[in-house]
């Protein structure tokens, strides 16, 4: 549909406003779609796009963009450049990485990159200070980027089926946020500061099956009384105890260990004193 595509393009009036062509089974967007100018909104959802033209980022008007349900494996860092965008949908791809200079937008308000193949988020989301919602959910990402701390007016984080341990202890300078989906991940604790969002109503853990017995207990009951026992004294020093190097069982056994050689260290003194300072024996103990 290519070749078609470009003519049908040709023809249009070049101060077209919105284009929808989703569901018309695309494979290649032709490079003209650069001269449709005033483009405010372009819906390309529910094709069979590989990749996209450079050619985007000549629609400095776009506000919307829908890539929904393609086979995306990468994005053109001319995408990047976009000065007006604020609703870009690039999930249901095979997206494994994003682009250079991918927190460029300075209008962004939502971002939608679920169901793809991301190992991680780029630390240039971090960048987004206009973000608003941020769905990433069924990827690979393994943790979230301490820099969304810089999204102050995020409300939405939606990060369910990934693998990620831990929640960043910084998002809880994100006071706007009202919701986090983090549902089937591999998460054992949530950090206090961040369960004490001041505006956070929402928190998802469902099927986390690493959570600590007592947050799996309090999930079970709903969401008022997880977010009460998260806000307790008592949960923080449960986080406080449990965070301590000493409490993890690597370190724990390395100090063992230690203790152990320190031991046999003064056990190898002890047989090492000149008989004639035996009555002096006590001493070993200070060593």
Known sequence: MGANLAKKIDKLDPGTTELDLQGKNIKDLPPNIGTLSQLVRLNLANNQL?????????????????????KLKSLPVEITTLPKLEDLNVSVNKLSSLPKGFGA?????????SYNDLDDLTAQVGLLSTLRELYCSFNNIKSLPSDLSRCRHLSALSAGNNKIKFLPTELAQCEELKKIDVSNNNITFIPPVVAKIPALEHLSLLGNHKLHPSISAATKKGQDPLLTYLRTDQYEALYKDVRSPLSHPDIRSS??????????QRETATTLIPLQLAPFAGFTDLL
């Not at 100090?255 to 046999?264: G, H, I, T, V, Y």
């Open 105 to 113: 937008w300075p209008t962004l308000l939502r971002l939608d990159v």
């Open 50 to 70: 590989v990749d996209l033209p450079a050619e985007i980022g000549s629609l400095r008007l776009l506000v919307v963009l829908n890539l929904h349900n393609n």
């Open 255 to 264: 100090f063992r260990e230690k203790r152990a050689a320190r031991l046999l």
